[in-house]
């Protein structure tokens, strides 16, 4: 079912499908990452490039995301980046971050938001304009 277009031709790529290699092959069947968990507002950053030597034994979805992440990335924006499942690049995220090749940073906690009585007042002050 492959389209007839000039190049390589896979068999893991489909012209009318995409790639039909399935998201726990990418993983290999985890489904959580190791360690950490990855809010989707936190942000990513690769540490400095290496040569391309010290990075081959990285599956290619891993060497995508150091390159996206030379400057800082949402983990939201990765994944639509990638045009991978969020659960995939959160498996794929800490697997660099486990191996020291990038940084995280969360976002403020939900403590730091104003409290629910004070949302409320500023509504119902709106309100009555």
Known sequence: ????????????????????VRPYTVTGGRVRPTGTTFDLLAFVVAGQPEAADGLAYLQPEHRRILGLAQQP?????LAADLDLALGVVRVLLGD???????????????????????????VNGLRAL
Request: proline share 10%.
């Open 1 to 20: 079912m492959r389209g007839d277009t000039d190049g390589p031709h896979h068999d893991w790529l489909d012209s009318d499908a995409g790639p039909v």
């Open 96 to 122: 660099l971050l486990s191996a020291g090749l990038i940084a995280l940073y969360e976002p403020p906690a939900s403590a730091n938001h104003p409290h629910d009585d004070i949302l409320k007042a500023v």
């Open 73 to 77: 990335v949402s983990v939201a924006d």
